[in-house]
C-alpha cells in the first residue's frame, strides 16, 4: 500500500491527507444522534430534526444553484464547508434549547449541496489509470485516522467527563479541529480546471451507460436510509443500554473494516465481479442486526453489533471503492459536474423522506425491524449491476 501511495500525483495525496485529517471532527457528526438522546429527545423528535435539515439542503440546492449558476470553485467550497462545520459544532457546544439545534443542523442542511465539490476535484486530481487503487487509499486512510478519535472520544465521553457537559467540551473540540481542516484546504488543497455546478431534480442527464450504476446506488442509499445510523444508536444505546464507548468500540470496527476494504481492493483492482459478493455481505450484515432482538444478554447484543458494524463496512468499502470506479469511468469530463449534482439530488430526497419514515418504522413496529426491511433492499441492488459486469468482463483481472 505504502508503493501505491508514492505512485500516486502529489495533487491525489494532499486530498486524500485532507480526508484522513478532516475524519477526526467528523466525529462530533457520527455521535449527533448520541448527543440528542442524552439530552432527553426520543426518536421521532431526531427524525423530525434530520428530514428538516434535508429539507433546507432542497432548499440550498435550488439558491445555491441559482446564485452560482456558472459553478464556484470546489476549493472554495470545501473551505466553506468546513470553517462553517466549526460554527456549528460551536453551536452544539453552548446549544441550551432545540431551536439552538435546528439552527445549527439547518446551516449544514442549506450548505451541503456544496459537497458535489469533493467529487469533482476528486475526478480531476486521481490518476484515470488507477481509480480502484486511488480509491482503495482514500478509504484506508481517513478510516485509520478516524479509529484513533472514535477511541479517544468514546473513552472520554464515558469515563472522564461524562454527560452533557463531557458532550459541549467535545464539540468544542471537534469545532477547533473543523477550523483547522479549513485552513488545510487554503494550504494544500489545489484549484481545479472546472468549475462545480449544481444541477436540478433530474435523472434525464444519466446515460444508458450509467443508468444500472445510478439505480444501484440509489437502491443501496435507500437500504442505508431505511436502517440509519440513529436508528441503530437508538436502539443500542437506549433499549440495549450500551454505554458510549462500547457504541464507540463498534462503530471503530467500522474504521478497521474500511482499511482492510482498502487493502483488499488494492490488491484486487479490477476484479468487479467482487461487487456482487460484497453486496450480499452488506445485506446478511443488516439481518444479523435484526436477529439481536432474540437475545438478552448484553454481550450477546454487543457481538452480533460488532459483527453488523464490521461486516457492513467491509462490504460498503468493496462495493463503493468498485461502484465508484465504474461509475466515473463512464463519467464525461465535460459533464461530470452536472452527472454529480444530479446523483446529489436523488439522494437529498432519499435523506429527507427517510428519516421520519425510519422513525415511524421503529417506533411502531419494531425497534430492529428496519434491518430487516434494509436487507430486502439491498438485495435488489444486484439486479442493475448484471446489465454492467456482464459487458464489463474485460475489466476483470
Not at 441559482?66 to 459553478?71: A, E, P, Q
Not at 476549493?75 to 462545520?85: G, L, P, T, Y
Not at 487554503?186 to 450504476?213: M, Q, V, W, Y
Request: proline share 4%.
Amino acid at each position: 500500500m505504502i508503493d501505491e501511495w508514492r505512485k500516486l500525483p502529489i495533487n491525489a495525496r494532499r486530498l486524500i491527507i485532507y480526508y484522513s485529517i478532516s475524519t477526526i471532527p467528523l466525529v462530533g457528526d457520527i455521535f449527533l444522534p448520541l448527543y440528542l438522546y442524552t439530552r432527553g429527545w426520543e426518536l421521532i423528535e431526531v427524525g423530525f430534526l434530520l428530514s428538516f435539515g434535508f429539507v433546507m439542503e432542497i432548499v440550498g440546492s435550488i439558491l445555491i444553484g441559482y446564485l452560482f449558476d456558472k459553478g464556484f470553485q470546489p476549493k472554495i467550497a470545501m473551505f466553506i464547508i468546513d470553517f462553517v462545520s466549526g460554527v456549528i459544532h460551536l453551536i452544539y457546544a453552548v446549544a441550551e434549547q432545540p431551536k439552538q439545534i435546528y439552527l445549527a443542523y439547518s446551516i449544514w442542511g442549506f450548505l451541503a449541496p456544496l459537497s458535489v465539490a469533493y467529487q469533482t476535484i476528486e475526478k480531476e486530481v486521481y490518476p484515470e489509470t488507477s481509480y480502484d487503487v486511488t480509491f482503495s487509499l482514500h478509504m484506508a486512510f481517513p478510516n485509520a485516522t478516524q479509529l484513533i478519535g472514535m477511541i479517544v472520544f468514546g473513552y472520554y465521553l464515558t469515563y472522564a467527563n461524562p454527560g452533557l457537559t463531557g458532550f459541549r467540551t467535545f464539540y468544542f473540540s471537534t469545532a477547533s479541529l473543523y477550523f483547522i481542516t479549513s485552513l488545510y484546504i487554503l494550504a494544500k488543497i489545489p484549484r481545479t480546471k472546472e468549475r462545480t455546478t449544481i444541477s436540478g431534480f433530474t435523472i434525464s442527464r444519466i446515460s444508458k451507460d450509467l443508468l444500472p450504476l445510478f439505480i444501484s446506488e440509489i437502491l443501496i442509499i435507500f437500504g442505508y436510509q431505511i436502517a440509519p445510523q440513529f436508528i441503530y444508536m437508538n436502539y443500542v444505546f437506549n433499549i440495549a443500554r450500551f454505554n458510549i464507548f462500547m457504541i464507540s468500540l463498534t462503530l471503530t470496527l467500522a474504521n478497521i473494516a474500511g482499511v482492510i476494504g482498502g487493502v483488499i481492493t488494492s490488491k484486487k483492482a479490477g476484479k468487479r465481479k467482487f461487487l456482487f459478493p460484497a453486496i450480499i455481505t452488506l445485506a446478511f450484515s443488516y439481518t444479523l442486526l435484526y436477529l439481536a432482538k432474540f437475545f438478552q444478554r448484553i454481550f450477546q447484543v454487543f457481538i452480533l453489533s460488532c459483527l453488523h458494524v464490521f461486516l457492513s463496512y467491509l462490504a460498503h468499502t468493496i462495493w463503493f471503492v468498485y461502484h465508484r470506479s465504474l461509475f466515473y469511468e463512464r463519467v464525461p469530463q465535460e459533464h461530470k459536474g452536472k452527472i454529480f449534482g444530479t446523483l446529489s439530488s436523488m439522494r437529498i430526497i432519499i435523506y429527507t423522506i427517510t428519516p421520519i419514515i425510519s422513525a415511524q418504522i421503529a417506533t411502531s413496529i419494531d425497534p430492529l425491524s428496519n434491518f430487516l426491511i434494509a436487507t430486502m433492499i439491498i438485495l435488489t441492488a444486484t439486479i442493475p449491476y448484471t446489465f454492467v459486469i456482464s459487458v464489463n468482463e474485460k475489466y476483470q483481472a
